[in-house]
């Protein structure tokens, strides 16, 4: 039987040739103008999957060294502010030897406090550093200066906060570039939120805008909360669990409020509005969230009544025994069964040398002052203890123990002078271990940009073994396929010149 072969049929074969030759002939040629390989999915499905991968990887190696050259300049600046600090106090220990000299006299040793006083404002200023137009020793405020000089006592007043800004160097390791200075410089002694606490001892004293706000739930139930005047944390928490689905309570860190939402409906956001003050705000509960509200730290200040279990950020302290110098008078102060703020402030004032123990203006640490004005009351560490320091009075405090030499060198005041080098002795070992604390950060920072720098190009070695095309290949395929081309046009166009006779078949 003869099989006859239309026109149609040649036509759609050497079509169909032509587009395949076609077809490889471009992929060929993107291979070579790419260098790549695989171009799109299906030309290796399995190996694409490897090239996200591997792009995803190698992205993120790029970006922790970039994190690593931008944030070191942040340790590397705190490590020279404290340089500067140690400096200071090395000197000022230099000078209060020598103003206990047999040629010292009270002229000589004002003139020696006041170049302690500079000491000072320099330890002051270096605490108060900026990198980038942020302040790294506040913790995270990295907005605000976070001392000032304490006009109403010895030392400053800090007034950061206990966090910690931290950056990621690593696939599960952070670096800590800002730090609360409260644990270089000077004492914050954190007091936890408790639900006795009074409104009008919250944001750092400030309080809270008596007045309303609204909260309506994820149900769309809403219901008004008013603050009134003397009322602490405990009223507003009864006042909140009134309204349907709504529990608040203390947040996990004890720092602020929490607000959880149990609505069985879901029909809009859980909400927070102000009904004509600032009282949500200043409750850092103003809020929309599609789950529940965590508040913001409400920074509660000291208070006599504030427990010794609630300080350090609700973890406590473990407090021992102090000594205390005031001229001729001295006393060791056991502290171990204070209770609250209030315990300590009485066996302080009650120790028989004639100081008063308050609390500081900023209401984060204690501040003792002699109430003659002769002497000066020097409150250091008994051995082996660190109680001074927990309370912002002595100890490895750097402010404090510069601004008490300072006033002993003022009022002539041997005793005070003789009892200050423990605590310059103690401060300069606290300078001398943050300092090693950041330079163990620095070694791990550079120790890791090593690291990354050897993975990326491992990596990217990996990357182009799965996805780089072979050129010389590739090269010879693009001049195969051409020739291939060209003779199946060349044949195609013989093959299909039709003729009368062709018609007439």
Excluded: C, W
Aim: glycine share 10%; charged share 15%.
């Amino acid at each position: 039987m003869v099989m006859r072969i239309t026109n149609q049929i040649q036509q759609s074969n050497a079509l169909q040739n032509i587009f395949r030759i076609t077809e490889d002939l471009f992929e060929a040629n993107q291979r070579i103008a790419t260098g790549k390989r695989i171009n799109k999915p299906s030309d290796d499905p399995l190996g694409m999957q490897d090239t996200l991968s591997l792009r995803s990887s190698i992205a993120q190696i790029q970006q922790f060294g970039r994190n690593i050259d931008n944030n070191r300049l942040f340790l590397n600046t705190a490590d020279t502010a404290l340089d500067s600090v140690g400096l200071g106090i090395t000197r000022a220990r230099e000078l209060a030897q020598g103003s206990l000299g047999a040629a010292s006299d009270a002229q000589t040793r004002a003139i020696t406090a006041l170049e302690i006083q500079s000491i000072l404002d320099q330890a002051i200023q270096e605490a108060n550093t900026q990198v980038k137009g942020h302040y790294i020793f506040g913790g995270t405020d990295i907005l605000n200066a976070p001392y000032q000089a304490n006009g109403s006592g010895l030392g400053a007043i800090y007034s950061g906060n206990s966090d910690t800004l931290e950056v990621e160097v690593g696939s599960t390791l952070t670096v800590p570039i800002t730090r609360p200075g409260s644990g270089v410089f000077g004492t914050d002694m954190n007091a936890a939120l408790n639900v006795n606490t009074l409104l009008s001892d919250l944001n750092g004293g400030a309080g809270v805008a008596l007045g309303s706000f609204d909260i309506t739930d994820r149900a769309g139930n809403t219901t008004t909360v008013t603050v009134a005047a003397g009322d602490t944390v405990n009223d507003v928490i009864t006042a909140i669990n009134l309204g349907a689905n709504l529990t608040a309570s203390l947040n996990s860190s004890q720092t602020g409020l929490q607000i959880t939402d149990s609505s069985g409906t879901i029909l809009q956001s859980l909400t927070v509005t102000e009904s004509g003050s600032t009282t949500a705000q200043d409750l850092g509960i103003l809020s929309t969230n599609d789950g529940n509200i965590t508040g913001s730290d409400l920074n509660p200040v000291l208070t006599t009544a504030t427990l010794i279990s609630d300080l350090n950020g609700g973890s406590g302290l473990t407090l021992g025994q102090i000594d205390i110098v005031n001229g001729s008078l001295s006393a060791t102060v056991d502290l171990s069964a204070a209770t609250t703020v209030g315990d300590v402030l009485t066996a302080i004032n009650g120790a028989g040398v004639n100081v008063t123990a308050s609390i500081n203006s900023q209401g984060n640490a204690l501040q003792v002052v002699s109430n003659n004005s002769a002497t000066t009351a020097v409150i250091s560490e008994v051995s082996g203890g660190n109680t001074a320091s927990l309370l912002g009075i002595g100890g490895g405090n750097v402010f404090t123990a510069l601004d008490t030499l300072r006033q002993a060198l003022e009022r002539n005041d041997s005793a005070g002078i003789l009892a200050s080098f423990e605590n310059l002795d103690a401060a300069l070992d606290t300078v001398h271990s943050a300092r090693a604390e950041y330079g163990a950060l620095v070694r791990t920072m550079d120790t890791l940009e090593i690291g990354h720098g050897a993975n990326e190009v491992s990596e990217t070695a990996q990357l182009s073994a799965v996805e780089d095309s072979d050129f010389v290949k590739d090269a010879s395929d693009v001049a195969a396929l051409q020739l291939a081309l060209e003779a199946t046009l060349n044949t195609s166009a013989r093959v299909l010149q039709p003729s009368l006779l062709d018609f007439l078949r």
